[in-house]
T-cell receptor, first 114, second 112 residues
Framework: DAGVIQSPRHEVTEMGQEVTLRCKPI?????LFWYRQTMMRGLELLIY????????DSGMPEDRFSAKMPNASFSTLKIQPSEPRDSAVYFC????????????FGPGTRLTVT | GESVGLHLPTLSVQEGDNSIINCAYS??????FIWYKQESGKGPQFIID?????DKRQGQRVTVLLNKTVKHLSLQIAATQPGDSAVYFC???????????FGKGTKLSVIP
């Protein structure tokens, strides 16, 4: 079992550029979560999908952030335009069913915006 | 995925000793609690969970205790090993919710 796969593992970009983070959930899991981790705010839920449908995006910071899940095996988190304050580690997690609490996390993408 | 290390509470424990990591949760309506372990460069990993109708649950070398009266959760690790060095997070889930609310984390350092 490959676990949750995220790419890239590290991303360095300049302010104003578009950033796309990618996630492949565990096969058979139908819930997917995007989190952001920073020193100041800890782990924060950004958005939650169930069966490829966004259920709750209230954690998305602002309109510069968007997320999609075109199919059960792929999701993206896009930041356009990126800002230095977006620098963080972004995690994707998946679970077996809507409301399942045992979420399996990917290794994360460390984003640095200069 | 590096965890947030510099500003976290830190617990240093001698190898072989028992560790106790504490967590105060905020929502008295939370009915499910989880402990996660995050090693450097990795995502959080599920350790053990407990429902609000229980006050204790044991796993392999780990025990979680729940005190709903004071909204306190603890994780006990028996015979702590160097591989236990990590940041530990508690997370709570409200009744009928899917959303994990994570605590700030505690860094456990095991002294060989």
């Amino acid at each position: 079992d490959a676990g949750v796969i995220q790419s890239p593992r590290h991303e360095v970009t300049e302010m104003g550029q578009e950033v796309t983070l990618r996630c492949k959930p565990i096969s058979g899991h139908n819930s997917l979560f995007w989190y952001r981790q920073t020193m100041m705010r800890g782990l924060e839920l950004l958005i939650y999908f169930n069966n490829n449908v966004p259920i709750d995006d209230s954690g998305m910071p602002e309109d510069r952030f968007s997320a999609k899940m075109p199919n059960a095996s792929f999701s993206t988190l896009k930041i356009q335009p990126s800002e230095p304050r977006d620098s963080a580690v972004y995690f994707c997690a998946s679970s077996r069913a809507g409301g399942s609490y045992e979420q399996y996390f990917g290794p994360g993408t460390r984003l640095t915006v200069t | 995925g590096e965890s947030v290390g510099l500003h976290l509470p830190t617990l240093s424990v001698q190898e072989g000793d028992n560790s106790i990591i504490n967590c105060a949760y905020s929502n008295s309506a939370s009915d499910y609690f989880i402990w996660y372990k995050q090693e450097s460069g990795k995502g959080p990993q599920f350790i053990i969970d407990i429902r609000s109708n229980m006050d204790k649950r044991q796993g392999q070398r780990v025990t979680v205790l729940l005190n709903k009266t004071v909204k306190h959760l603890s994780l006990q690790i028996a015979a702590t090993q160097p591989g236990d060095s990590a940041v530990y997070f508690c997370a709570e889930v409200g009744a009928g919710s899917y959303q994990l609310t994570f605590g700030k984390g505690t860094k456990l350092s095991v002294i060989p």
